[in-house]
């Protein structure tokens, strides 16, 4: 069993940049992990994921190059940075895991979720 925690939400201004990471342990063995977000009212949607073969990032088209997704070398940590954020951003961060596929934008295809960090966006 894997289990993901996210860290580094808050509240920040439109156009701040800010950092989120979501460590996993567990069996991560041919572990795929992503991110998703929700925004108040809407459907949790797909941000981006590194698949567990190293491939990727893949990216939500809609994002427009202000994130980024990054994975840390030993495979265990997934990293969002956000730039220069808008109120639309704001929502709850979920990071996600599951075994052996490529990041897809289906949230039912992956087994473990995180808690999800909050990311209020002022103007």
């Known amino acids: 069993q894997v289990q993901l925690a996210e860290s580094g939400g808050g509240s920040v201004q439109a156009g701040d940049s800010l950092t989120l990471s979501c460590a996993a342990t567990?069996?991560?063995?041919?572990?795929?992990m992503a991110w998703f977000r929700q925004a108040p009212g809407k459907e949790r949607i797909f941000v981006g994921g590194?698949?567990?073969?190293?491939?990727?990032?893949n990216y939500a088209d809609s994002l427009s190059g202000r994130f980024e997704i990054s994975r840390d070398n030993n495979k265990e940590t997934l990293v969002l940075q956000m730039n220069n954020l808008k109120p639309e951003d704001t929502a709850v961060y979920y990071c996600?895991?599951?075994?052996?596929?490529?990041?897809?934008?289906?949230?039912?295809?992956?087994?473990?979720w995180g808690q999800g960090t909050q990311v209020p966006v002022s103007s």
């Open positions: 996600a895991g599951q075994t052996g596929r490529a990041p897809t934008p289906q949230t039912y295809d992956y087994r473990n």
């Open positions: 567990g069996s991560t063995v041919r572990y795929t």
């Open positions: 590194i698949s567990w073969d190293g491939n990727g990032p």
